[in-house]
């Protein structure tokens, strides 16, 4: 019985792997950082089995069964290069072995979508009734026992869509 069940989860193991096609030529890396040692090369429209995800990246497993890491941007789920989704990710990750952390957010849009894409006033609007007053800022900033600092912008030049003038401003 206990035999039956180990082959039972192993064979379900290997059925649930999510299958994904490379989207770009990509590195594959013994480790998920973007300074660890490349192990191999994984060519535009390689089918990979994807082992698990980790922040930015993707274990994977190659056709000729190499494991290792990639970018999850580089990655479309499900076979070939067409269909599927491209992944998206808004996950703080560390980006090499010193450990420094960043903040990636990616929305999956088509080439078609972005294209097509039209500006939206009323959620701008919508977005406006978000703001806060200075009165509602600097009580905002007393509770939590900010201190305002002195912080002068760079000068740069003017362009014919700004008018401002660069000016010193609290933060």
Known sequence: MKN???????L???????????????????????????????????VVDIQMRQGAWMQVKSENK??????????????????GSTLASLNPFKTGSSGSTVTTGVKGLSAEQLQNAQPN?????????????????????AKEKLIAQEVAYIVMEKTPASDDSPKSRRN
């Open 66 to 83: 190499l494991t290792g890491w990639i970018k999850l941007l580089n990655v479309r789920t499900g076979k070939g290069s067409e269909g």
């Open 4 to 10: 039956g069940l180990w082959l039972l989860l192993a």
């Open 121 to 141: 006033p009323e959620e701008l609007a919508r977005l406006k009734n978000f703001t806060a007053s200075e009165a509602e800022a600097q009580k905002s900033a």
């Open 12 to 46: 379900a193991s290997t059925t649930w792997a999510e299958t994904a096609s490379v989207i770009r030529d990509s590195d594959l890396r013994d480790k998920p950082f973007l300074d660890a040692a490349v192990i191999g090369q994984l060519k535009k429209d390689n």
